[in-house]
Structure formats: C-alpha cells, structure tokens
C-alpha cells in the first residue's frame, strides 16, 4: 500500500491540530493483513526521515511501512504512459526497484490528478474528511480482494 498523509490521514488543509486524526480507520481497514506493506508516498517524505514519518502512525501500522517512495525527479525507465502522472509514477517506480515481477498493490491517495485516469490502483479518498469510518470500511474491503 502507497500511503499519502495530508487529505487521507487527516483532512487536506486542516489545523495541525487534527493531523493524524484518521489513523485508527486506516488500522481498522488494515486489520487481517498480516501481509500487508505500506510505502510513504506523501510529501512528507522530502523532508522528514523515516523514522520521523513512522512516529506519527500508530506501532501496528508503522512496523509494517518498507520504505518511502523516490522523488519524481530521480525515477528512470518507467513507461511514458505513467509519466505525466507524478504519484503514480513514483509507485510503479517503488515497486520496480523493490518489488519485481507481478504484485498486487493500492494507493491511498485522495489526488486523483497525480494517478492516469481509471487508475485500478486508486483508491481515491475525500480529501475534505480524510480516510473517515465509510471510507475505512471501503478500504477493507479493497485489502480483502487484494
């Protein structure tokens, strides 16, 4: 799973106060995946360190995050299809360099914008509520088809 922070987390654009504030739906949503790998997409990740991005999820989702994925800037070989649609692009490049072969993932992102359109990867959250309870329920049931 690629995780984006700001509008999935936490609504977009909310008080600092309130960030964080969807963790619990995302480790409901995650529960009976004992499989499962997340992967920080989120600009978070260009300016602060792993560690630090790890700290602000609850323990039974930080241990599962593998990595970030790299900046856009750094990626190569990637099909030109993919190319004009940044997060996406980063994702395919994450799994490529880690991942090889055929592996089912998802991102959870609320930018629709940043993924080809009728991207099956997507899984698109309001970025006005963030990952809220219907959400959540959505997303299990996504990570149970997985």
Partial sequence: ????????????????????????????????????????????????ALSALKVRLPEALARRVVGVTAPYATLQDL?????????????LGWMRA??????????????????????VELFLVSGKTGLNAEAGGKLFERLQRL
Avoid: Y
């Avoid at 969807?22 to 009976?32: E, M």
């Avoid at 099909?79 to 994702?91: S, T």
């Fill in 1 to 48: 799973m690629f995780l984006d922070f700001d509008g999935v987390l936490h609504p977009e654009f909310c008080h600092e106060s309130r960030h964080f504030e969807c963790n619990d739906h995302l480790l409901d949503a995650c529960r009976g995946r004992d499989d499962l790998e997340i992967v920080i997409s989120s600009t978070w990740r260009n300016n602060m």
């Fill in 79 to 91: 099909p030109a299809k993919v190319m004009p649609f940044e997060r996406e692009a980063e994702c």
């Fill in 98 to 119: 880690n991942r090889p072969g055929h592996i089912a993932w998802v991102a959870v992102d609320d930018r629709a914008w940043l993924f080809r359109p009728f991207c």
